[in-house]
């Protein structure tokens, strides 16, 4: 089944200790989204890929960066991860719906926990 | 700044019963309007997703549009245990917008 996977699901990293979390989706959508959502919070969004072009929202800390090398795959890295880095990091991608707009398919998550 | 309220729960219900969660935007523009649901520790599931006004079925589920109120819902009938969960509302834009906003979901638990 086409689908968005992400790895790993869970990971712990100790304060300070860089952190790679990675995306891939067999949908072959054009835009790719990475999340960030905290207990009781909605997803807030980190970045954004539209095919190549990179965008990033104003109020993502320089902390986190994220590649993306082909359509298939995008990285998230989280340089020097503090204890409010904790969270659910969500990997999305979405279907052109036309006029309509876009229908996003989020992977399975990843869990960091930073000790 | 486009907001998207939802009140935040949690929703109660008797199992069988029919649950109904809103969802009101602040963007009159807004085009899309999609409803998650999120089980604890999982990510969101797309499980609705309306365009027009009016109403849209989907088995037990119905969402209903009124852009003159800026509104959504989304019905669910014979509530189940498993339908136990928090419900996102999210709204894009017009012209074909990839950028959703979002809620901040309402917890719904069914009970037996």
């Known amino acids: 089944d086409a689908m968005v996977i992400q790895n790993p699901r869970y990971q712990v990293t100790q304060f300070g200790k860089p952190v790679t979390l990675s995306c891939s989706q067999t949908?072959?959508?054009?835009?790719m989204y990475w999340y960030q959502q905290k207990s009781s919070q909605a997803p807030k969004l980190l970045f954004h890929?539209?095919?190549?072009?990179?965008?990033n929202e104003a109020d993502t800390p320089d902390n986190f960066q994220s590649r993306r090398p082909n359509t298939s795959f995008c990285f998230l890295d989280i340089r020097s991860p503090g204890l409010g880095d904790a969270a659910m990091y969500l990997c999305?991608?979405?279907?052109?719906?036309?006029?309509?707009?876009?229908?996003?398919?989020f992977g399975p998550g990843t869990r960091l926990t930073v000790t | 700044q486009k907001e998207v309220e939802q009140n935040s729960g949690p929703l109660s219900v008797p199992e069988g019963a029919i649950a109904s969660l809103n969802c009101t935007y602040s963007d009159r523009g807004s085009q899309s309007f999609f409803w998650y649901r999120q089980y604890s520790g999982k990510s969101p599931e797309l499980i609705m997703f309306i365009y027009s006004n009016g109403d849209k079925e989907d088995g037990r589920f119905t969402a209903q549009l009124n852009k003159a109120s800026q509104y959504v819902s989304l019905l669910i009938r014979d509530s189940q245990p498993s339908d136990s969960a928090t419900y996102l509302c999210?709204?894009?834009?017009?012209?074909?917008?990839?950028?959703?906003?979002f809620g901040r979901g309402t917890s719904l638990i069914v009970h037996p």
């Open positions: 999210a709204v894009t834009g017009p012209g074909g917008s990839y950028i959703p906003t």
């Open positions: 999305a991608t979405s279907r052109d719906l036309g006029d309509l707009g876009y229908e996003q398919y």
């Open positions: 949908l072959n959508h054009n835009v």
């Open positions: 890929y539209y095919d190549k072009d990179f965008n």
